[in-house]
């Protein structure tokens, strides 16, 4: 009978006894290397160096255990599937500290590097999260860890990020005055902080490196891109006083990566549902939609009727959009036959055919009501053609189908 391999043995025996390690509780786990390779070998049993070294690199060990740095013998161990824990353990923080020259306080970037590669970013998480929490076993190892000036802000921010706020979604100058700090002296350090990725893991600006961005923890991301209020910000920002119609990319462009996905959900189930964006509407042009606020209509009394109640039973965001639809339109008509300020009502009916004939004499006639437009007959001898007759109202007896401005409108 062939004796059993001595390397595969000790593998499984350190297994084992890993396992063991962990039931009998945290104070016994995780367990330094050469501790845990002793305890499995047992006090008769007795391995050369080399096959301890060779029982480490096992398949059968790297399946089930992981050690924190393999060229140190008192580097923690623990099972796979506990590597989360491991990054948290004040025994991987001792064992980093005790191979880092210097400190107390130690850079939290060496301690880092004090690990193996694929537990460094959860151990650097986990030091940047005992800080920010600020518990009482967190400040005794925050004292001892120095920061980067860039990593103190971050962690300021942060931490104020995590108290309980009475407005959702402080802007990230709010963060900064909350802290103590000074948004203008910082407002560089700022910018940058927050399109990191250490603070993207666990925040969420609506906008790319703006002071005046409203900043969500991870998990209410989404929360804060599908609001109307979110919308009403992108337009603003990306809006000038000469470009007041914003296509749907560029909105999209103004908004951070991290909720971009969230805001477009938003847009596309609300210009779905005809649902409400507040105090900014949307029309189409062409394949494309495009946004403004309802600020940017002319004149006021238009302004005001479109954000009221309508006596026509629309609602305020379906004026806007006939609105805006229809001032383009006219512009256009209007233009290519000599600007004499007036187009017949057939033409804009073929230039906005997804009104029906009732809809858009109803919103029509909520514009005439507020000053903006107004309806005439002919204006000289000759017949009208049928066409003409048929996409006419008549009123009192008159047909009238020429739509003319009773005031300029300021859009773009």
Not at 66 to 85: I, Q, R, S, T
Not at 222 to 233: H, K, P, Q, T, Y
């Amino acid at each position: 009978m062939a004796s059993p391999n001595p390397i595969v043995e000790l593998a499984q025996r350190c297994v084992e006894r890993l396992e063991a390690c962990r039931a009998a509780g945290e104070s016994s786990y995780p367990v330094p290397l050469d501790q845990l390779l002793a305890e499995a070998a047992g006090p008769i049993t007795t391995y050369s160096d080399a096959q301890r070294a060779r029982a480490v690199k096992h398949a059968s060990f790297r399946q089930r255990c992981f050690v924190a740095h393999p060229k140190h013998p008192d580097a923690p161990v623990v099972l796979v599937e506990d590597l989360a824990e491991m990054a948290a353990s004040p025994k991987l923080f001792q064992f980093a500290c005790r191979h880092v020259p210097g400190g107390p306080p130690w850079l939290a970037a060496d301690l880092k590097k004090a690990v193996a590669k694929p537990l460094q970013a959860a151990f650097d998480q986990a030091l940047r999260s005992r800080a920010t929490a600020m518990a009482e076993s967190s400040v005794a190892i925050a004292a001892r860890v120095a920061f980067s000036a860039d990593e103190r802000l971050e962690l300021q921010i942060l931490s104020v990020l995590g108290r309980p706020m009475a407005a959702p979604f402080p802007t990230l100058r709010q963060l900064a005055e909350l802290a103590g700090l000074s948004p203008l002296k910082l407002a560089s350090r700022l910018k940058k902080l927050a399109s990191s990725a250490r603070f993207l893991a666990h925040a969420a600006p609506l906008l790319d490196k703006h002071l005046d961005s409203p900043i969500a923890v991870r998990a209410e991301a989404d929360g804060m891109a599908r609001r109307a209020v979110s919308i009403e910000l992108l337009v603003r920002t990306a809006r000038t006083d000469k470009k007041r119609l914003i296509a749907r990319k560029e909105l999209l462009k103004k908004a951070s990566a991290s909720v971009r996905p969230a805001v477009q959900a938003f847009l596309e189930e609300q210009l779905a549902a005809g649902g409400s964006l507040g105090a900014v509407a949307a029309i189409r042009d062409g394949r494309e939609w495009k946004f403004f606020l309802l600020d940017d209509l002319e004149p006021t009394a238009v302004r005001w009727r479109l954000t009221s109640t309508p006596t026509n039973g629309e609602s305020p965001a379906d004026l806007a959009t006939f609105a805006a639809q229809l001032a383009m339109a006219f512009d256009r008509l209007d233009g290519e036959s000599g600007g004499h300020n007036q187009v017949s009502l057939r033409q804009l009916r073929t230039a906005l055919p997804a009104w029906e004939r009732a809809a858009f004499d109803s919103r029509l006639s909520s514009l005439r009501q507020s000053g903006e437009y107004t309806l005439s007959g002919m204006q000289h001898r000759g017949g009208v053609s049928p066409e003409d007759q048929e996409a006419g109202i008549r009123e009192g007896g008159v047909l009238r189908i020429f739509l003319s401005r009773l005031r300029s409108r300021d859009l773009p």
